[in-house]
Nanobody, 122 residues
């Protein structure tokens, strides 16, 4: 199994940027599709971005396209999410996940980090 730990969250003003990182241990992330999800208070956990095992393909939910970029460094066993032009509605706990299929469903991701808080003020 693989263990995931997120970092890089914080408080930023609207229009600002943050870079989230996910450090994996226990097994190489080359075995997994990697993704970022987020969950705001009182709302369901939702897919944000995913990246293939090799890093050759990425997928984003429509409302973050052009603003967020997911990347992975398999040699360092890390996954990142660069978030630019942040909006108040981006406020949520962001989770790193490892799974078998790059889809917008939590069901296909078997391993999760504990999350990191991102707060965007207006």
């Amino acid at each position: 199994q693989v263990q995931l730990v997120e970092s890089g969250g914080g408080l930023v003003q609207a229009g600002g940027s943050l870079r989230l990182s996910c450090a994996a241990s226990g097994r190489s992330i080359t075995n997994y599709v990697m993704a970022w999800f987020r969950q705001a208070p009182g709302k369901e956990r939702e897919f944000v971005a995913g990246i293939s095992r090799s890093g050759s393909s990425a997928s984003y939910v429509d409302y973050v396209k052009g603003r967020f970029t997911i990347s992975r460094d398999n040699a360092k066993n890390t996954v990142s999410l660069q978030m630019n032009s942040l909006k108040p509605e981006d406020t949520a706990v962001y989770y790193c996940a490892a799974g078998s299929l790059m889809v917008a469903s939590t069901t296909h991701y078997n391993y999760w980090g504990q999350g990191t808080q991102v707060t965007v003020s207006s």
